[in-house]
């Protein structure tokens, strides 16, 4: 299995862009994170999708971003128009979903760094 | 709201000492409590776990220690090693909800 594919693996853009980030999760996952990684703010959740339907959205920081997830095998993160504070390290995660006894293990894939002059 | 907080924030230790990470909870709904270990350009992975009906588990030199009363949990690693060096995520589980809530992470050192 070649686990959770993200791409870009870096990006670098202007103020006021916009940027897309793509995640394709491991086959048979129905759970989606999107996670955002800085050294002030450690690792916070964005969003999570189950069974491709958005759940909780709540760490979503502002309307400028939003994310969807069309299928099952891949989803997008977008932020627009992007802002230097945006500048992270955003993490894409699958996992086994909501099941009796699943212990959620997350499985994540290796990121993608944005950086927004 | 931090939900599970972790100390030290960063760590160093001599090649072949005990590293020791601590980590605290508020939330009795968790149900489940992994450590993830992150290399530095990768995503972090699932290193080790524990359920809350016992107080220890080990893995090679990883060992949990879990204290449900006091709503705390520690990774102990063993003759620590370079190789050990990366940032260490404790983190708590919700079955209920499918959600993991992480630490704030420990940036661990180990010198030769």
């Known amino acids: 299995d070649a686990g959770v594919i993200q791409s870009p693996r870096h990006e670098v853009t202007e103020m006021g862009q916009e940027v897309t980030l793509r995640c394709k999760p491991i086959s048979g996952h129905n759970s989606l994170f999107w996670y955002r990684q800085t050294m002030m703010r450690g690792l916070e959740l964005l969003i999570y999708?189950?069974?491709?339907?958005?759940?909780?959205d709540s760490g979503m920081p502002e309307d400028r971003f939003s994310a969807k997830m069309p299928n099952a095998s891949f989803s997008t993160l977008k932020i627009q128009p992007s802002e230097p504070r945006d500048s992270a390290v955003y993490f894409c995660?699958?996992?086994?979903?909501?099941?009796?006894?699943?212990?959620?293990?997350?499985?994540f894939g290796e990121g993608s760094r944005l950086t927004v002059l | 709201q931090q939900q599970v907080k972790q100390s030290p924030q960063s760590l160093i230790v001599q090649k072949g000492g005990i590293s020791i990470i601590n980590c605290a909870y508020e939330n009795t709904a968790f149900d489940y409590f992994p450590w993830y270990q992150q290399f530095p350009g990768k995503g972090p992975a699932l290193l080790i776990a524990i359920r809350p009906d016992v107080s220890e588990k080990k893995e090679g030199r990883f060992t949990i220690s879990f204290n449900k009363s006091a709503k705390q949990f520690s990774l102990h690693i063993m003759d620590s090693q370079p190789g050990d060096s990366a940032t260490y995520f404790c983190?708590?589980?919700?079955?209920?909800?499918?959600?993991?809530?992480f630490g704030g992470g420990t940036r661990l050192m180990v010198k030769p």
């Open positions: 999708f189950n069974n491709n339907v958005p759940i909780d």
């Open positions: 983190a708590a589980h919700r079955n209920a909800g499918n959600m993991l809530t």
């Open positions: 995660a699958s996992s086994l979903g909501v099941k009796r006894g699943n212990t959620g293990e997350l499985f």
